[in-house]
């Protein structure tokens, strides 16, 4: 697979892009791609070499964790039945939406997304427009990160990702223009317990948004 071949500009994706996707992780590559959000780099979570590269590409330590994304809810909690009640409330006011969760990670999962904390989990499920919802078909979960270089701007269109990135990366899907700002962090590892939460970083989703939800879940 080359960058090359894997990039070209369609404004909505079809179900040939989510194909290709799905390909591109099962050989143990690394996309480029749109989200809810900004431009991210996405990878198996569970192959090894595939989660090294991009934190390579990205220039990221690799204590830092990044982020588990699946393309539905109805997925995501399939795949986490130790959710406690509490918490899969939560996260079907929040989800599918601009927001990463910190969960507590019961049994260990993805410990190669986890880095130095295997007791967290970060979880996001984007709402994806009308023009990339054929993402929705991709069926497993992929470990994500913003497409820049740690520490630099967002991506809010595929002319924004460093062209080493894109030359780079193993597919490359351009979604037209995103929003532009980075998900809400939400901190919800004492929410079972003690019905507390916190807003780790504030992205694309207020804490005003935020504490309507979390009061109708009272």
Request: glycine share 8%; aromatic share 4%.
């Amino acid at each position: 697979m080359t960058g090359a071949e894997g990039e070209r500009a369609p404004l909505v994706l079809d179900a040939d892009d989510a194909r290709r996707l799905e390909e591109c992780l099962a050989n143990g590559g690394v996309a480029v791609f749109p989200a809810d959000t900004v431009y991210g780099l996405c990878c198996d979570p569970q192959n090894e070499q595939a989660v090294s590269r991009l934190y390579t590409l990205k220039g990221r330590a690799t204590e830092r964790p990044a982020a588990v994304m699946f393309f539905s809810l109805e997925r995501a909690l399939g795949a986490l039945p130790e959710l406690a009640s509490g918490e899969r409330a939560a996260l079907e006011a929040l989800l599918p939406g601009p927001v990463t969760v910190l969960l507590p990670n019961r049994r260990r999962r993805f410990p190669l997304a986890c880095a130095v904390d295997p007791a967290t989990l970060g979880l996001r499920v984007p709402r994806l427009p009308d023009r990339l919802a054929a993402l929705g078909a991709v069926r497993g979960p992929v470990m994500q990160s913003s497409a820049n270089i740690s520490g630099e701007r967002e991506a809010r269109s595929l002319a924004e990702v460093l062209p080493r990135l894109r030359r780079e990366a193993d597919l490359v899907l351009d979604g037209g223009e995103l929003p532009g700002v980075p998900s809400t962090v939400i901190d919800l590892r004492d929410y079972e317990r003690r019905q507390e939460w916190r807003v780790v970083r504030e992205g694309a989703l207020s804490t005003t948004v935020l504490e309507c939800t979390f009061a109708s879940l009272a």
